[in-house]
């Protein structure tokens, strides 16, 4: 079973950047496909992006294209999500999450087996 913690959150202008990263231990996340996702008050929790286990396919929702990159670094058990050009509707709780095998759609929380307990992201205008 695999633990994850996520950091890098805080409070940031509108066009501004953040780092998010999801420690993960008790397992390698070399075996793990890697999702991070974020929910706001009073909303369902939603996809944002994922990455596959080898790194080599990653998805994104539409609104964060061009703005956002997820990453791994499986040396260092660790997945990133570089979030640039901040917008307020970013704001939001964001979580990671990770799933050995996909059993159907890669954008549905309810694929993913293992959660971190967030980290929140506040963009303000």
């Known amino acids: 079973q695999v633990q994850l913690v996520e950091s890098g959150g805080g409070l940031v202008q509108a066009g501004g950047s953040l780092r998010l990263s999801c420690a993960a231990s008790?397992?390698?996340?070399?075996?793990?496909?890697m999702g991070w996702f974020r929910q706001a008050p009073g909303k369902e929790r939603e996809f944002v992006a994922r990455i596959t286990k080898s790194g080599d396919t990653t998805d994104y929702r539409d609104s964060v294209k061009g703005r956002f990159t997820i990453s791994r670094d499986n040396a260092k058990n660790t997945v990133y999500l570089q979030m640039t050009g901040l917008k307020p509707e970013d704001t939001a709780v964001y979580f990671c999450a990770a799933v050995r095998l996909y059993r159907g759609t890669y954008y549905s929380p309810r694929e993913y087996d293992y959660w971190g307990q967030g980290t929140q992201v506040t963009v303000s205008s």
């Open positions: 008790g397992h390698t996340i070399s075996s793990y496909h």
